[in-house]
T-cell receptor, first 109, second 119 residues
Framework: GIQVEQSPPDLILQEGANSTLRCNFS?????LQWFHQNPWGQLINLFY???GTKQNGRLSATTVATERYSLLYISSSQTTDSGVYFC???????????FGKGTLLTVNP | GAVVSQHPSWVICKSGTSVKIECRSL??????MFWYRQFPKQSLMLMAT?????????EQGVEKDKFLINHASLTLSTLTVTSAHPEDSSFYIC???????????????FGPGTRLTVL
């Protein structure tokens, strides 16, 4: 199956700083999603981005499918951005997603 | 749009009992639903995939007789943990994809999760 690697595993920032999270995957994909898991466990959909670039407020994402990686950018970070960020990819007709291990982001005031 | 609910949010049960968790798509037709399990400080692991009206497909290592999945309608899937034991304690999350506003979406939408504790 598809292998998904996220980096860095942990990231500590001061409020206002920018950050880049990376997701590498081992095969061609037809689905790539970025999530933020809040402290209560809810997965919040950030982006559906199997290719291309999208932006939503302070967050943006880019997927370069031919080079098998995706990047999530967080600008002007806030303490509420803290939590685990997951990348998940899918490559077959069964629509299954494989999750990376996540990046634990801590934003300090 | 694309809201998925789960019930209950948390449940505590005694060892040997069965527990049923419901997953509902509130504003779209979920042609495919997925069940995941997440242990503390770990990632999500897919347990099974279910298509409406069909038997679920289980991932390797997941006991289908222990984790019974039913997807009888386009808005409801249930996961029943039979004869639960303490090692089944975990966070169970469902997701769904399907028909939204007239188009089929590949994107999955996730429920808020159910925290199961087996004593």
């Amino acid at each position: 199956g598809i292998q998904v690697e996220q980096s860095p595993p942990d990231l500590i920032l001061q409020e206002g700083a920018n950050s880049t999270l990376r997701c590498n995957f081992s095969d061609s994909v037809n689905n790539l999603q970025w999530f933020h898991q809040n402290p209560w466990g809810q997965l919040i959909n950030l982006f559906y981005i199997p290719s291309g670039t999208k932006q939503n407020g302070r967050l943006s994402a880019t997927t370069v499918a031919t080079e098998r990686y995706s990047l999530l950018y967080i600008s002007s970070s806030q303490t509420t951005d803290s939590g685990v960020y997951f990348c998940a990819v899918g490559g077959g007709s069964n629509y299954k997603l494989t999750f990376g291990k996540g990046t634990l982001l801590t934003v300090n005031p | 749009g694309a809201v998925v609910s789960q019930h209950p949010s948390w449940v505590i049960c005694k060892s040997g009992t069965s527990v049923k968790i419901e997953c509902r798509s509130l504003d779209f037709q979920a042609t495919t639903m997925f069940w995941y399990r997440q242990f503390p400080k770990q990632s999500l692991m897919l347990m099974a995939t279910s298509n409406e009206g069909s038997k679920a497909t289980y991932e390797q290592g997941v006991e289908k007789d222990k984790f019974l999945i039913n997807h009888a309608s386009l808005t409801l899937s249930t996961l029943t943990v039979t004869s639960a034991h303490p090692e089944d304690s975990s966070f169970y999350i469902c997701s769904a994809r399907g028909l939204l506003a007239g188009a089929y979406y590949n994107e999955q939408f996730f429920g808020p999760g159910t925290r199961l504790t087996v004593l």
